[in-house]
């Protein structure tokens, strides 16, 4: 039985990280040690304003760049394709 009050204990398995305007790459990156050192599985950092996405696998020393014109993929939801630019689109 899960607790859904109490804290959750560990790390999640999956993690995704949007830069804000004016967040240093350093902190972020910080930020994505610290869930694979933790035992996350998969990290997404996402850059807005560069339209990229880094994906970071607790398996692999560097992580695979997205632009525009790619799909991304996850090792843990078998399945799931994402074209990059549409997380991207600003609703009019």
Not at 9 to 21: L, Q, R, T, W, Y
Not at 44 to 57: A, E, G, K, N, V
Request: zero cysteines; proline letters at 8%; glycine letters at 6%.
């Amino acid at each position: 039985h899960f607790d859904y009050e109490q804290p959750f204990e560990g790390a999640p398995d999956f993690a995704i990280e949007v830069a804000s305007p004016g967040q240093t790459s350093g902190v972020l990156l910080d930020q994505v040690a610290d869930f694979l050192n933790y035992g996350t599985e998969e990290v997404w950092l996402i850059y807005p304003m560069r339209r990229q996405i880094y994906r970071y696998l607790r398996t692999e020393n560097a992580p695979d760049v997205f632009h525009d014109r790619d799909t991304i993929t996850s090792t843990l939801f078998p399945g799931l394709v994402i074209n990059v630019a549409d997380l991207f689109v600003v609703p009019s």
